[in-house]
Antibody, heavy 122, light 105 residues
Framework: QLQLQGSGPGLVKPSETLSLTCTVS??????????WAWIRQSPGKGLEWIGN???????YYNPSLKSRVTISIDTSKNQFSLKLSSVTAADTAVYYC??????????????WGQGTLVTVSS | SYELTQPPSVSVSPGQTASITCSGE??????ASWYQQKPGQSPVLVIY???RRPSGIPERFSGSNSENTATLTISGTQSMDEADYYC????????FGGGTKLTVL
């Protein structure tokens, strides 16, 4: 059974860079047709797709975050990572790493990792 | 940018049918997915491709998509179904609805 486990600092200072890593177990990150995605949820709010990466390294980002986001993949470690620069309090959220099954012009997210709470505060 | 609109809350009595809607322009031309999220837990996929259930999801969960509205239907609602539900579709980006809190009372 595929499992995703996110990890990284739970506290980041304003203006710094948030960095998270997701380790995939129970399957290869190279198997397709999957993208590997990051989705966040601010406290008490809804879900926001941040972006994703394919095993080739190609990426797609939410236009509203594109200027600050970098998602990368390390197939040798079965991991993918998120970097979000110049963070503010508005970036405080639970960050989920998720597998996205992508079929031409549609897809769905399953399974989801356990979520990592990241607080932006000095 | 594309938007998906859900009612903030829906209430249902145990054993009855709950319907949660998700509205978006020409949503019928896109495939909708639905996610269940219980407090303190990660979301779980309950419907994809408008009306397909992943393995392990009870048959009481079903979906439909017509014109501008996708609907998640829970037949014979149980107390364990009380949760937040989010719809999702693709339109140049992955878009989520704002979520609906389902209360079973």
């Amino acid at each position: 059974q595929l499992q995703l486990q996110g990890s990284g600092p739970g506290l980041v200072k304003p203006s710094e860079t948030l960095s998270l890593t997701c380790t995939v177990s129970g399957g290869s990150i190279r198997s397709g047709p999957y993208y590997w995605a990051w989705i966040r949820q601010s406290p008490g709010k809804g879900l926001e797709w941040i972006g994703n990466v394919f095993d080739s390294g190609s990426t797609y980002y939410n236009p509203s975050l594109k200027s600050r986001v970098t998602i990368s993949i390390d197939t040798s470690k079965n991991q993918f990572s998120l970097k979000l620069s110049s963070v503010t309090a508005a970036d405080t959220a639970v960050y989920y790493c998720v597998r996205e099954t992508w079929i031409q012009l549609w897809g769905y997210f399953d399974p989801w990792g356990q979520g990592t709470l990241v607080t932006v505060s000095s | 940018s594309y938007e998906l609109t859900q009612p903030p809350s829906v209430s249902v009595s145990p054993g009855q049918t709950a319907s949660i809607t998700c509205s978006g322009e020409k949503l019928r031309n896109k495939y909708a997915s639905w996610y269940q999220q219980k407090p303190g837990q990660s979301p779980v996929l309950v419907i994809y491709q408008d009306n397909r259930r992943p393995s392990g999801i009870p048959e009481r969960f079903s979906g439909s998509n017509s014109e501008n509205t996708a609907t998640l239907t829970i037949s014979g609602t149980q107390s364990m179904d009380e949760a937040d539900y989010y719809c999702q579709a693709w339109d140049n980006s992955r878009v989520f609805g704002g979520g609906t809190k389902l209360t079973v009372l």
